[in-house]
């Protein structure tokens, strides 16, 4: 039975990165969610990373759907705020899933990402952040060729670059998550 709650809340779905772990992706939007009273569902790849990168949909996928189906059954979540978000290959990831699943996903927050070029459904409004001096994922690359084609294909984007690396800087997040969740705490 679902938990009753005044309100329906922002759920973000958080796969983590390349080798990461749930617990390693939550600090990166921890204290704004918590700010902005927005729940967070951080599940594990069942390898080093999403099977989805490596090809094809599998049973990360089937795992990830089951744990929402959990938390849609505990918690009031209002479907027009269900976010999927990631840093680096967590961000490809939020990237593939976002877009294939666009009628149900909202928003995507994607962090430094490389890529996307699954099928597309829906249309999610889609926030991209990248520093300009990123070794790993070099912006030009990889968001600077990827924003100007999610645009031609008719996404809203907002797309901000930064003075940094490979990082997520907490004014990154702020920007991400206004249009989700106004801050409830100063």
Not at 28 to 57: M, Y
Not at 116 to 136: I, K, T
Not at 167 to 177: H, K, Q, S
Request: glycine content about 10%; hydrophobic content about 45%.
């Amino acid at each position: 039975m679902p938990r009753e709650l005044a309100d329906p809340v922002p759920l973000v779905v958080l796969p983590h990165g390349a080798g990461g772990t749930p617990a390693g992706i939550i600090p990166f939007l921890q204290l704004e969610a918590e700010a902005r009273g927005v729940l967070l569902l951080a599940p594990k790849s069942g390898d080093a990373t999403w099977d989805v990168i490596r090809g094809g949909v599998g049973p990360d996928v089937a795992a990830i759907d089951r744990a929402l189906g959990e938390v849609l059954d505990l918690f009031a979540v209002a479907p027009e705020r269900l976010v999927i978000a990631g840093f680096s290959d967590g961000a490809s990831y939020a990237l593939s899933l976002g877009l294939i699943n666009g009628t149900l996903v909202r928003r995507i927050l994607a962090f430094s990402p490389d890529s996307s070029s699954h099928p597309r459904a829906g249309r999610p409004s889609v926030f991209v952040s990248h520093g300009v001096d990123d070794p790993v994922l070099p912006i030009d690359r990889c968001s600077r060729r990827l924003v100007p084609v999610l645009e031609q294909e008719g996404y809203d984007v907002d797309y901000r670059e930064f003075r940094g690396g490979h990082e997520v800087p907490a004014a990154m997040v702020a920007a991400a998550l206004e249009p989700v969740a106004p801050r409830l705490v100063g």
